[in-house]
């Protein structure tokens, strides 16, 4: 059976909704990074950059999110769109742009603004300003069509709803506002069945929740380490 090494984060949880939507069995394994799970030698023989998600597939290994939603869908035909290459062409752009930047950048506009220990006017405008414009891309494409691609429901929005649905947690309260396209998005995609027992999946594991040192230390190795 599949092996889905998880967390509650953004990442593994759209990996989660591909996984609920295509019926696929799998087998779900936390990963508590606030205890440091990432680190341990055998996670780190599966994905050697200590993140989460990643999956074991028979002999496949795939860690990133993006990376396992394509290899996913390639593997079983779902949640692609035509095969021709002006749609195969849109849907690499648009998993590269969130992998590339929408993660990025939000990750990091989050980092500066809640768990810094010094907050830099600098660097919270900064990452702010790229998650809004990041986010502000994807609103005026869906201006255009219900979905990423078009009419077809696909991992392009199994990986924009990852990130997307957590705007507030980025921007703030209110955020919503600026990206109504975006809004109707994830609440479509958050209706679906999939997505609440994606959603649903963190509670099957008590993860913990303190962020105390042992969490800021296995999140943020960069503590302990002084390279600049």
Do not use: C
């Not at 205890?35 to 989460?52: C, F, R, S, T």
């Not at 769109?81 to 062409?89: D, E, L, Q, S, V």
Request: avoid cysteine.
């Amino acid at each position: 059976m599949l092996k889905f090494y998880y967390s509650a984060a953004p990442n593994p949880t759209k990996v989660a909704l591909f996984l609920e939507e295509a019926g696929l069995a799998y087998d779900a394994i936390p990963v508590d990074t606030r205890k440091g799970d990432q680190h341990k030698p055998e996670y780190l023989a599966i994905n050697p950059n200590a993140k989460v998600p990643a999956i074991v597939d028979g002999d496949a290994v795939v860690f990133d999110s993006n990376a396992i939603l394509l290899y996913l869908a390639e593997k079983t035909g779902k949640f692609l769109p035509a095969n021709t290459p002006k749609a195969r062409g849109e849907l690499l752009s648009w998993l590269m742009f969130v992998a590339s930047g929408v993660g990025p950048y939000s990750g990091q506009a989050v980092h500066f603004r809640n768990y810094a220990p010094e907050k830099l006017p600098y660097a919270i405008n900064r990452y702010m300003f790229e998650a809004q414009r990041h986010f502000g891309i994807l609103d005026e494409r869906l201006a255009k069509g219900r979905y990423m691609l078009g009419d077809t429901y696909t991992i392009a929005d199994m990986d924009v709803w990852g990130w997307a649905r957590l705007i507030p947690n980025v921007m703030g309260e209110g955020a919503w506002d600026k990206f109504k396209n975006l809004k109707r998005l994830v609440d479509e995609v958050s209706a679906r069945p999939a997505a609440q027992r994606a959603v649903a999946l963190k509670d099957k594991h008590k993860f913990k929740t303190e962020m105390d040192s042992e969490a800021l230390h296995a999140m943020f190795p960069h503590l302990k380490e002084k390279v600049a």
